[in-house]
């Protein structure tokens, strides 16, 4: 009867089996208060032990204590506070569930068990005020070795927590609790973010579709702002290669730089993760970026035919008799250009990274974090790859125009460097900084030959708009300029910004939440950092629109700037499991984190703005989707 039903939960295969495994599953169930009599097997109550104690004003530690010979499913494990007795001034965080074992199982499939005993970190999200008495509920179901299955069941626990100093945030959401986020009863619990979705992916998801969304992913942050840099990099050190830019060459140089991108960008997220740390923020210190954009004029200057970068002769010479240790010199430098370009030109934090780092920090699973990242770093690297697969053919050989194709790649070279230069200059220096571009492009195009009146007219006129623009761009910073898309202040519509008030470590954002709850309004923290595009980029086009600030109105806005990168700084990001920014938190007018809510990375006006909405809101429509 079931294989002819029209019920569309039965159409699938997979689910008419999953659907006959609960059933048959139940019926063990129901059987179990039989067999347990048999000395065989213990009462659930024994088979599986469950304490719940408090481990500070926010957090509580639940542990299970799993008896040999019998186990627990991972995905069966729910908590949730119990509200029968009238509402609770909390609201849980994600759980921290540590990995179990792979289990074929009969009638899940594929499931994570635990044959020995754990833990699960359970963040509690709660006001300043004295101790509190937490009504926990934990749900779990196991099953015994030798073939009994228990029926699910709940065990109940009032947890006495200290009195709280503070506003106590919850964690960060672990990797694959917000795919539980509908058990736990806290507020917004439909709500489930990028990052954490992409986090239960990865710890819980089949490697080959985590490894195929990863690189979908990374193919679609290649064409950010982050990354589009490394393609004018790449083009410049095949346009350098002459008339020797073969495709074959322009291929084998573009696969060397990206596989040393994505090889850096995997080890430096995994060591990142397992200390805790953003190692990036190194790489985007001021002296650092103006050192590399140095060497980016530098490669530009040699373009213009200013100076040629060349080994001596007698080196040469000696390199001429091993051309191939010459090919494989070459690539490694290619490599190493590819691995600096990923720790100082692509430092954004989006939300598949994060998902990356968080398993691997959360879970400790190197193996499947790094693989998703080493995936999406390849994805980044496609575009890079198209450029040398085609460089050899859209690269002219010999003449004239060969020299021009070098010149305008040393255009685009100074680009890169002004776009650097421009994350740690002050803003009316950062025009001065794109002028150079802009006028060496005009002096490139004005000295173009081309055959025909109509193409060296059509040149004169780029090369004038060119210069135009460069020259606005020295009187806008003369005349109080910031933006370089409208640098005379004069002539520029100023678009109206969202207000933020600067805190700084834990101690300061602790007191302006307390403030905010008291007058029962919600708060949004921004994390900052002046070397991050992703942060301009949320400033530029997301905070300045109508529909986010109408959003936002009655919140309390805050900027944590973390460029210095010190102890408060450091101690803050630790504190929210935050590998860099941009990252946004949201605090209800109750004084409690919300860290579903969380968004990193860039986020449209539109999309930030709904989920702004439900963040801040008195109680977050449960389900509710942005």
């Given at each position: 009867?079931?294989?002819?039903?029209?019920?569309?939960?039965?159409?699938?295969?997979?689910?008419?089996?999953?659907?006959?495994?609960?059933?048959?599953?139940?019926?063990?169930?129901?059987?179990?208060?039989?067999?347990?009599?048999?000395?065989?097997?213990?009462?659930?109550?024994?088979?599986?032990?469950?304490?719940?104690?408090?481990?500070?004003?926010?957090?509580?530690?639940?542990?299970?204590?799993?008896?040999?010979?019998?186990?627990?499913?991972?995905?069966?494990?729910?908590?949730?506070?119990?509200?029968?007795?009238?509402?609770v001034?909390?609201?849980?965080?994600?759980?921290?569930?540590?990995?179990?074992?792979?289990?074929?199982?009969?009638?899940?499939?594929?499931?994570?068990?635990?044959?020995?005993?754990?833990?699960?970190?359970?963040?509690?999200?709660?006001?300043?005020?004295?101790?509190?008495?937490?009504?926990?509920?934990?749900?779990?179901?196991?099953?015994?070795?030798?073939?009994?299955?228990?029926?699910?069941?709940?065990?109940?626990?009032?947890?006495?927590?200290?009195a709280?100093?503070?506003?106590?945030?919850?964690?960060?959401?672990?990797?694959?609790?917000?795919?539980?986020?509908?058990?736990?009863?806290?507020?917004?619990?439909?709500?489930v973010?990028?990052?954490?979705?992409?986090?239960?992916?990865?710890?819980d998801?089949?490697?080959?579709?985590?490894?195929?969304?990863?690189?979908?992913?990374?193919?679609?942050?290649?064409?950010?702002?982050?990354?589009?840099?490394?393609?004018?990099?790449?083009?410049?050190?095949?346009?350098?290669?002459?008339?020797?830019?073969?495709?074959?060459?322009?291929f084998?140089?573009?696969?060397?730089?990206?596989?040393?991108?994505?090889a850096?960008?995997?080890?430096?997220?995994i060591?990142?993760?397992?200390?805790?740390?953003?190692?990036?923020?190194?790489?985007?210190?001021?002296?650092?970026?103006?050192?590399?954009?140095?060497?980016?004029?530098?490669?530009?200057?040699?373009?213009?035919?200013?100076f040629?970068?060349?080994l001596?002769a007698?080196?040469?010479?000696?390199?001429?008799?091993?051309?191939?240790?010459?090919?494989?010199?070459?690539?490694?430098?290619?490599a190493?250009?590819?691995?600096?370009?990923?720790?100082?030109?692509?430092?954004?934090?989006?939300?598949?990274?994060?998902?990356?780092?968080?398993?691997?920090?959360?879970?400790?699973?190197?193996?499947?974090?790094?693989?998703?990242?080493?995936?999406?770093?390849?994805?980044?690297?496609?575009?890079?790859?198209?450029?040398?697969?085609?460089?050899?053919?859209?690269?002219p050989?010999?003449?004239?125009?060969?020299?021009?194709?070098?010149?305008?790649?040393?255009?685009?070279?100074?680009?890169?460097?002004?776009?650097?230069?421009?994350?740690?200059?002050?803003?009316?220096?950062?025009?001065?900084?794109?002028?150079?571009?802009?006028?060496?492009?005009?002096?490139?195009?004005?000295?173009?030959?081309?055959?025909?009146?109509a193409?060296?007219?059509?040149?004169?006129?780029?090369?004038?708009?060119?210069?135009?623009?460069?020259?606005?761009?020295?009187?806008?910073?003369?005349?109080?300029?910031?933006?370089?898309?409208?640098?005379?202040?004069?002539?520029?519509?100023?678009?109206?910004?969202?207000?933020?008030?600067?805190?700084?470590?834990?101690?300061?954002?602790?007191?302006?939440?307390?403030?905010?709850?008291?007058?029962?309004?919600?708060?949004?923290?921004?994390?900052?950092?002046?070397?991050?595009?992703?942060?301009?980029?949320?400033?530029?086009?997301?905070?300045?629109?109508?529909?986010?600030?109408?959003?936002?109105?009655?919140?309390?806005?805050?900027?944590?700037?973390?460029?210095?990168?010190?102890?408060?700084d450091?101690?803050?990001?630790?504190?929210?499991?935050?590998?860099?920014?941009?990252?946004?938190?949201?605090?209800?007018?109750?004084?409690?984190?919300?860290?579903?809510?969380?968004?990193?990375?860039?986020?449209?006006?539109?999309?930030?703005?709904?989920?702004?909405?439900?963040?801040?809101?008195?109680?977050?429509?449960?389900?509710?989707?942005?």
């Open positions: 009867m079931l294989m002819g039903s029209t019920d569309p939960r039965f159409g699938n295969p997979m689910n008419l089996k999953r659907f006959l495994g609960a059933l048959c599953l139940s019926a063990l169930a129901a059987s179990a208060v039989a067999q347990i009599g048999d000395s065989q097997f213990l009462p659930p109550g024994e088979a599986f032990k469950v304490e719940a104690v408090a481990e500070g004003p926010d957090r509580v530690r639940v542990d299970f204590l799993v008896t040999p010979g019998y186990y627990l499913y991972r995905h069966r494990m729910n908590f949730a506070l119990d509200t029968a007795g009238g509402p001034a909390a609201t849980l965080g994600a759980p921290v569930i540590p990995e179990g074992e792979w289990k074929e199982d009969e009638f899940f499939g594929r499931q994570q068990v635990f044959h020995e005993s754990l833990s699960v970190a359970l963040p509690v999200a709660r006001a300043r005020g004295g101790a509190l008495e937490l009504p926990l509920v934990v749900g779990l179901q196991g099953c015994a070795d030798a073939g009994l299955c228990y029926p699910p069941e709940k065990r109940r626990f009032k947890v006495s927590l200290p709280a100093a503070g506003v106590a945030a919850a964690a960060a959401p672990a990797p694959g609790a917000a795919r539980d986020a509908g058990k736990t009863g806290s507020a917004g619990a439909g709500y973010s990028e990052q954490d979705r992409l986090a239960a992916l990865i710890r998801g089949r490697l080959p579709a985590v490894l195929a969304t990863f690189f979908g992913l990374g193919l679609l942050l290649a064409f950010t702002p982050c990354v589009l840099p490394m393609v004018p990099i790449l083009s410049g050190i095949i346009a350098g290669q002459g008339a020797s830019a073969t495709p074959r060459r322009s084998t140089l573009s696969l060397a730089y990206v596989l040393g991108m994505a850096t960008n995997t080890l430096a997220g060591g990142a993760a397992a200390a805790g740390q953003q190692l990036q923020t190194f790489f985007q210190q001021p002296w650092i970026i103006i050192a590399f954009a140095l060497l980016f004029v530098a490669l530009a200057a040699s373009m213009f035919g200013l040629t970068l060349q001596p007698s080196l040469q010479t000696r390199l001429a008799a091993a051309s191939n240790a010459q090919r494989a010199g070459t690539l490694w430098g290619v190493a250009m590819g691995a600096l370009s990923a720790l100082i030109v692509s430092a954004c934090v989006a939300p598949p990274m994060f998902a990356a780092l968080a398993v691997i920090a959360q879970s400790g699973d190197v193996a499947r974090g790094g693989s998703a990242l080493f995936a999406m770093s390849l994805g980044m690297g496609v575009p890079l790859l198209a450029v040398g697969a085609s460089a050899g053919q859209l690269l050989r010999v003449g004239a125009w060969m020299e021009a194709v070098k010149e305008f790649f040393g255009v685009l070279m100074l680009g890169v460097a002004a776009w650097m230069l421009a994350r740690v200059l002050p803003e009316r220096l950062a025009l001065v900084a794109w002028a150079a571009p802009a006028l060496a492009l005009a002096w490139v195009l004005w000295r173009l030959r081309p055959r025909g009146a193409r060296l007219w059509a040149a004169r006129a780029l090369a004038a708009v060119a210069g135009l623009y460069g020259i606005a761009l020295l009187a806008g910073a003369a005349l109080g300029g910031r933006d370089p898309l409208a640098p005379i202040p004069q002539l520029a519509r100023e678009a109206k910004s969202l207000q933020f008030r600067a805190v700084k470590g834990t101690a300061g954002l602790d007191a302006e939440v307390a403030a905010a709850a008291a007058a029962g309004r919600p708060v949004m923290l921004d994390f900052y950092a002046d070397w991050c595009v992703s942060c301009k980029e949320m400033e530029r086009y997301t905070f300045t629109d109508a529909a986010v600030q109408q959003a936002l109105a009655g919140a309390v806005l805050l900027k944590a700037d973390v460029t210095a990168n010190d102890e408060a450091q101690a803050l990001l630790k504190r929210f499991g935050i590998f860099g920014p941009p990252t946004i938190a949201f605090w209800g007018p109750d004084g409690a984190e919300r860290p579903q809510f969380r968004v990193v990375g860039f986020m449209k006006a539109a999309e930030f703005a709904a989920v702004a909405r439900q963040a801040t809101a008195a109680t977050p429509p449960a389900g509710a989707r942005p």
